[in-house]
């Protein structure tokens, strides 16, 4: 059980794999991706197919309430780099620590299984993403695709 501040009172992050517990943690969050995409059902369905193969998924939790999530690919073992596909919080629950400690516990996951830096896209509209992975140490080393990266070791 991990606390968080401003609010929220008992979160829990976990990890799950299963296509249709994805797909309802993606179904709960589809008005709070920033990419419009993102709010089609159809989409998050083969979204949720593809996690539940491929990916690592967190989820932030209380009460047996989302209030975000992260996905993330560490399987490339040439490169030894890991891949963020995507990190929501609930818009009520924005910049209260969730994000950070989603991040974190991600981080520590990669750590763990011997990759050595994590990347990630983001939109550059999306100011509040940009600063909290400034803040975390992510640094853009492609303007022009918006990539993102922290080395971790």
């Known amino acids: 059980m991990v606390r968080c501040e401003s ?3 008992a979160m829990n992050i976990r990890q799950i794999s299963s296509k249709e517990e994805i797909y ?3 179904l709960s969050c589809k008005n709070d991706f920033f990419s419009l995409q993102m709010h089609d059902e159809k989409k998050l369905r083969e979204f949720a197919d593809k996690y539940s ?3 690592i998924v967190f989820v932030a939790e209380e009460n047996k309430d989302v209030l975000g999530f ?3 690919y560490a399987n490339d073992l040439v490169s ?3 891949f963020i596909s995507s990190i929501v ?3 009520q629950y924005q910049s209260k620590g969730i994000g950070s400690q989603l991040l974190d516990k991600a ?6 299984n011997n990759m050595t830096s994590m990347a990630l896209e983001v939109d550059k509209m999306n100011e509040k993403a ?3 992975y400034m803040k975390k140490g992510y640094v853009f080393v492609d303007e022009q695709t918006n990539m993102m990266k922290i080395q971790l070791f």
Do not use: M, T, W
């Open 130 to 132: 940009i600063k909290l």
């Open 70 to 72: 992260i996905a993330f």
């Open 53 to 55: 193969q491929n990916a």
């Open 107 to 112: 981080e520590e996951y990669v750590r763990l």
């Open 80 to 82: 030894h780099s890991a």
């Open 89 to 91: 919080i609930k818009k």
């Open 24 to 26: 309802k943690v993606l």
């Open 7 to 9: 609010g929220i009172n």
